[in-house]
Nanobody, 123 residues
């Protein structure tokens, strides 16, 4: 049972990147998907989530720039990131669990976490 975030890299300010979250050993169907990020020395920060009942939520800091989606056929979730800013630099993590409504914003509700992927926004 594993979740793996991938697709990070080095991007210039204003650029775009899409992160992927692939699940193996279990299905993402009916699970909430959460994207979180963490910069060294800071607390883990919620970015976006899709709840088990289909609600989509974004942190104010990324609203209008990031888009979360899922492809159940591929058992994969995505985070499309546009208009990237220096402050978006962090390790990004995806996670999944059965969570309804806006509770998907709370990291304590997720049972397991995979390795993250580093996004660096720099000129």
């Amino acid at each position: 049972v594993q979740l793996q975030a991938s697709g990070g890299g080095l991007v210039k300010p204003g650029g775009s990147l899409t992160l992927s979250c692939a699940a193996s050993g279990f299905t993402l169907d009916y699970l909430a998907i959460g994207w979180f990020r963490q910069d060294p020395g800071k607390d883990r920060e919620w970015v976006s989530c899709i709840s088990s009942d289909g609600g989509i939520y974004y942190a104010d800091s990324v609203k209008g720039r990031f888009t979360i989606s899922r492809d159940n056929a591929k058992n994969t979730a995505y985070l499309q990131m546009n208009s990237l800013k220096f402050e978006d630099t962090a390790v990004y993590y995806c996670t999944a669990d059965r969570i309804y409504g806006s509770y998907c914003r709370e990291d304590r509700r997720y049972g397991s976490w995979g390795l993250g992927t580093q996004l660096t926004v720099s000129s």
